[in-house]
């Protein structure tokens, strides 16, 4: 399966911009960009993404509170979380992948190779 719509969790404006160059025009993925946790549990299963990208820090709630929001629900449970954070501490990492995160993405990232990046988390997860 070919990954096309993600969604993205994240409440900076300009790393809003720079991943929908890294995303639609780089990578040309649909995308949907949400600004808050709450914003992407009520747009979630209208776009019916196939992946989420999802910041770890945010106000209001944050990346992880928001994961396990998404796992609680049935028919988002099985969606593959990737979080996007400049915390790569291994302690960190393992906690968001206990939370149910396929992998984490390190910030910055590189807006030339963020799509190829998460194409490889794809793979992985579907291998």
């Given at each position: ?17 720079i ?7 780089v ?12 914003q992407?549990?009520?747009e ?7 992946l ?8 209001g ?6 994961l396990?929001?998404?796992r ?5 449970a ?11 501490d ?10 149910g995160?396929?992998d984490?993405?390190?910030?910055p990232?590189?807006?030339m190779?963020?799509?190829e990046?998460?194409r ?7 291998a």
């Amino acid at each position: 399966m070919t990954l096309q719509r993600i969604l993205y969790v994240e409440d900076e404006p300009l790393v809003q911009t720079i991943a929908k160059v890294a995303l639609v025009k780089v990578g040309g993925f649909n995308l949907r960009i949400c600004d808050s946790g709450a914003q992407a549990l009520q747009e979630v299963k209208a776009f019916a993404p196939q992946l989420i990208l999802l910041d770890v820090v945010m106000p209001g709630m944050d990346g992880p509170a928001t994961l396990v929001q998404l796992r609680q629900d049935p028919d988002t449970a099985a969606i593959p979380v990737v979080f996007l954070t400049a915390n790569t501490d291994p302690k960190e990492i393992a906690h968001y992948r206990s939370l149910g995160a396929v992998d984490v993405i390190a910030k910055p990232y590189n807006p030339m190779t963020l799509a190829e990046q998460v194409r490889q988390v794809w793979a992985a997860h579907h291998a």
